[in-house]
């Protein structure tokens, strides 16, 4: 679709709050998003909505389906003036994310990342696509009004489109595109959420055109992440200067070399000025939100680094803040 012409978009990246009962989103989830959905928010992604038939990346992932309250967190996000935004995912049977933060053994993570991949067959991968269909078909009809692909962090779709894990990686491109041309009406956005680095130094250092295949894939953004989730989490969430200040650098060298494409950075970018980005470079920002439902308006506000968001990793089965309450 054609963008609107908007100086810098901000947007709420996705976060998987936990809010919910049986894959059910509940009022704790809906009350989340219309917290964070005004002070002049561009659009506010869903995240990790595991899509029919597919698996979450923990028990309590939510699921979309033809629910009102998809329809009501939809409803609430634009009332407060953001689009609604939804991240497809799915992982596979048996899947199980760490608890620790970074892996001692990122090759044999590779290797395992690798086995799974070449696993998957193509009935499979087409039925995924399937329910990838029928996903976007519901969220729409709920009211989202920007649909992202979660192919970052190591999850199915990752793993698929990334020729480094997959050999079905060129049919994956053309489903992809095909889900794009048939599924999605021309007046709703798309964005894919890709990761740049898995933290695997060794492997990340070889060689690879897969950045290029993913930024050629006709979405509207292409929102930039880094890690996979079992090998160095630091990366998806970052907290230090230098690797927040090399994910951005990172970040703003891919979008230079696409200049006719749309990228989302983050890694506590809000503070980053209109001259330090691209101008096809837009503002995507998570921990600060959470830790501020207002911090587009405060903006000194936001995360501290104390780590509590991480309930998956401490054990716990939903979203906490040590500043938020
Ligand atoms: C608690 C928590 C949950 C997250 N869940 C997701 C998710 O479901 N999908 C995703 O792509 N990223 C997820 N992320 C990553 C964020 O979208 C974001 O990329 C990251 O936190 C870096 O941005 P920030 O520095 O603005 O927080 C999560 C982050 C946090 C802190």
Redesign the pocket.
């Given at each position: 679709m054609e963008l609107p012409n908007t100086d810098r978009r901000i947007f709420f990246?996705?976060?998987?709050?936990g809010y919910t009962e049986n894959g059910i989103p509940d009022s704790r989830f809906l009350e989340f998003y219309a917290a964070r959905s005004g002070n002049g928010l561009y659009c506010a992604i869903v995240?990790?909505v595991a899509i029919p038939n597919g698996h979450g990346?923990n028990i309590n992932t939510p699921k979309i389906e033809k629910l009102s309250i998809w329809e009501d967190i939809a409803k609430a996000i634009s009332d407060k003036g953001a689009l609604p935004g939804v991240?497809l995912?799915t992982t596979w049977l048996g899947y199980n994310g760490n608890k620790g933060f970074i892996s001692k053994t990122p090759q044999e993570e590779i290797s395992n990342y690798k086995r799974i991949a070449s696993s998957f067959e193509q009935a499979q991968i087409r039925a995924q696509y399937q329910s990838l269909e029928e996903a976007a078909k519901i969220a729409i009809d709920c009211g989202f009004k920007h649909i992202q692909l979660?192919a970052?962090?190591g999850y199915f779709f990752n793993l698929l489109l990334d020729s480094r894990f997959s050999k079905h990686h060129q049919l994956a491109a053309e489903l992809t595109q095909n889900w794009l041309a048939n599924t999605i009406p021309d007046d709703i956005e798309t964005s894919i959420?890709i990761s740049t680095l898995t933290g695997a130094q060794q492997f990340d250092s070889i060689e690879s055109s897969f950045i290029e295949d993913l930024t050629s894939l006709p979405f509207d953004y292409h929102d930039i992440?880094e890690g996979f989730y079992n090998i160095d989490k630091k990366l998806?969430?970052?907290s230090l200067n230098e690797i927040?200040t090399a994910r951005i650098e990172r970040t703003k060298n891919i979008a230079l070399r696409n200049p006719n494409n749309s990228f989302i950075v983050?890694?506590?970018?809000?503070a980053l000025s209109k001259a330090e980005l691209p101008n096809n470079v837009h503002v995507?920002?998570?921990?600060?939100l959470?830790a501020n439902p207002n911090f587009l308006q405060d903006q000194h506000n936001g995360?501290k680094n104390k780590m509590k968001?991480?309930?998956y990793s401490r054990g716990k089965s939903t979203?906490t803040c040590g500043l938020w309450k």
């Open positions: 990246l996705a976060v998987n709050s995240g990790n990346t991240q995912s979660h970052a962090h959420r992440s998806i969430y970052p927040l983050s890694g506590k970018s809000f995507g920002t998570c921990r600060d959470i995360c968001c991480h309930y979203l």
